[in-house]
C-alpha cells in the first residue's frame, strides 16, 4: 500500500540530506528529468530488467527517477532517502499511479530489507562521507542473482569543475539555501549555459571537429544543452549545496567491485559517461 515510513535516523550525511532536500522541495511537481535522460542514467539496463520485478532506489530525493521507473513496470517500488523530500517524492509517485509503492525516511549507508531484484543509485554515492558504505548498502539490499546499478561523478573529465566550482562550493553551501541558489548558482549558471548552447550550435554547422571535441566539458555540455536555462540552474545548484562532494577515478571503483565477494566478477561493467561520470554495476550472487 503506498505510504512514507518514518524510519529516519541519526547519520553522518544528515546535513548533506538536508541540503539536497532544499533543493528538491522547491521545484515544480513531476519529474525534473527527461525520460530520455532517465534512460541514459540506467542504460544498460533496460524495462525487460524492470517489468513484474521489485526494484529499489537509494537516495530518491523528490522521486524524479522513481517517476520514470515506474513507467517500467515493477511488481513493487521503493524509494529511501533521508531528507525531507520524502515528501515530495510522494506526491510525485502518487501521480503516476503505481499500485505498489514505498518512501521511507531512512539513512541509506544503514537500510536493509529483505532484498530486491534491482536497487540503483544515482548521484549520491559520492556525496556521502563514506562512499562504500552506500555501496555496501546497495550490495546488501539486492537479491541473490538480481542486479545493481550505480552512477558517480568521475576524477577525470572534470579538472574545470574541480579546479573553479569546488572552492566555491565550500563557500556557497553554508550559506542559505535561497541565497546559494539565486545569488550564486544562478550567476554561475549564466555563463557555462552560454558555453554549452555555443558548443551545440558550432558541432551541428561544423560537424564534432577534433578541436570541439577537446573543449573543456564537451560530451558533458551536449548532453546538457538539450535543456532549459532552469535546468542548468538546478543542476549548479545541485553541485553548490552540498557539503561534500567526492570524484572517483575508474580504477577506485574498479577496486571497490574487485574485493566485494557477493559481487559476480563477470558480470560487472563500468561505463564512461559524457566524459565525466561512471556508470557501473553487475549481478550479485549469494
Known amino acids: 500500500m503506498p505510504q512514507v515510513e518514518g524510519a529516519w535516523i541519526g547519520a553522518a550525511d544528515a546535513r548533506t540530506a538536508q541540503a539536497f532536500a532544499t533543493s528538491w522541495n522547491n521545484l515544480p511537481a513531476g519529474s525534473v528529468y527527461t525520460h530520455a535522460q532517465f534512460e541514459d542514467w540506467l542504460a544498460p539496463l533496460t524495462p525487460a530488467d524492470v517489468n513484474g520485478r521489485d526494484v529499489l532506489e537509494l537516495g530518491c530525493g523528490n522521486g524524479s527517477l522513481l517517476v520514470h521507473m515506474a513507467g517500467w513496470r515493477p511488481r513493487r517500488l521503493v524509494g529511501v532517502d533521508l531528507g525531507e523530500s520524502v515528501v515530495s517524492a510522494r506526491d510525485n509517485i502518487e501521480q503516476t499511479g503505481h499500485p505498489n509503492y514505498e518512501i521511507v525516511r531512512h539513512d541509506l549507508t544503514s537500510y536493509r530489507s529483505s532484498g530486491f531484484d534491482l536497487v540503483y543509485c544515482i548521484g549520491v554515492l559520492h556525496h556521502l562521507k563514506d562512499p ?11 537479491k541473490p542473482g538480481g542486479r545493481f546499478h550505480c552512477w558517480v561523478y568521475g576524477e577525470e573529465g572534470n579538472a574545470v569543475v574541480r579546479g573553479v566550482v569546488e ?34 550550435a558550432l558541432t551541428r554547422r561544423l560537424g564534432a571537429s577534433r578541436t570541439l571535441r577537446r573543449m573543456p566539458l564537451y560530451a558533458y555540455s551536449m548532453w546538457i544543452a538539450e535543456r532549459e536555462f532552469a535546468f542548468f540552474q538546478h543542476v549548479a545548484f545541485g553541485q553548490l549545496v552540498t557539503p561534500q562532494t567526492r570524484f572517483l577515478a575508474r580504477h577506485e571503483i574498479g577496486a571497490w ?24 554495476g553487475g549481478r550479485v550472487v549469494g
Do not use: Q
Open 132 to 142: 562504500e558504505l552506500g555501496l555496501d548498502a546497495v550490495l546488501a539490499n539486492v
Open 167 to 200: 572552492p566555491i562550493r565550500h563557500v556557497a553551501s553554508r550559506l542559505p539555501w535561497w541565497m546559494n541558489k539565486y545569488g550564486i548558482a544562478t550567476p554561475l549558471a549564466a555563463p557555462y549555459y552560454v558555453y554549452a548552447k555555443s558548443l551545440r
Open 257 to 280: 567491485l574487485a574485493v566485494r565477494r557477493r559481487v559476480d566478477a563477470d558480470s560487472v561493467y563500468v561505463i564512461a559517461r559524457n566524459g565525466n561520470s561512471w556508470k557501473f
